[in-house]
């Protein structure tokens, strides 16, 4: 059962992924049949000297939330916020079932959250929210 409620999860996001592939299809193959429309070229310049701060390496992205639970996980998140200046963190799941946020609908439990965000403010790291994945419970699935 637990399955078929991953199946229809997956298969939401599946359809919602191909109609915006088709839309994006759509639009290219419009501008193609109608060459009329404008072309607009854009230039930036921006001199050599000036900083290109690298965000993208001040922020990782990790598996799933449920691992922010784990000991071993936590250890290795403040050795590199220690070592290597990690400031953000990114992973999906906060809602799935495993993490135990909706519990019956309309009964609601964020411990588990609230312990891993409590984690990261200790070490000053800033949890970087990524909405994913439908608790069974609101996705009307019968979870096992």
């Known amino acids: 059962m637990k399955t078929a409620c991953r199946a229809r999860r997956a298969l939401g996001g599946a359809l919602v992924a191909a109609a915006v ?3 994006v299809l759509a639009c290219l193959a419009s501008a193609s049949a109608n060459p009329s429309y404008p072309v607009v070229n854009v230039t930036v310049s921006m001199p050599s000297s000036a ?3 690298h965000k993208w390496k001040e922020c990782w992205g990790s598996g799933h ?3 922010t639970l ?4 936590r ?3 403040q050795r590199a ?3 290597l200046g990690l400031r953000g963190v990114r ?3 906060l809602f799935d079932d495993d993490m135990g946020v909706v519990q019956a609908t309309g009964t609601y439990n ?3 959250i609230d312990s891993t965000w409590d984690y990261f403010v200790q070490l000053g790291v800033k949890p970087v929210v990524e909405l994913s994945f439908m608790p069974c419970v609101l996705a009307n699935c019968r979870c096992v």
């Open 110 to 112: 964020f411990t588990a």
């Open 75 to 77: 250890a290795h998140l």
């Open 70 to 73: 784990r000991a071993d996980w």
């Open 91 to 93: 992973y999906h799941g």
């Open 81 to 83: 916020q220690l070592e």
């Open 21 to 23: 592939v088709a839309a």
């Open 51 to 53: 900083p290109f701060p």
């Open 65 to 67: 939330a449920a691992l």
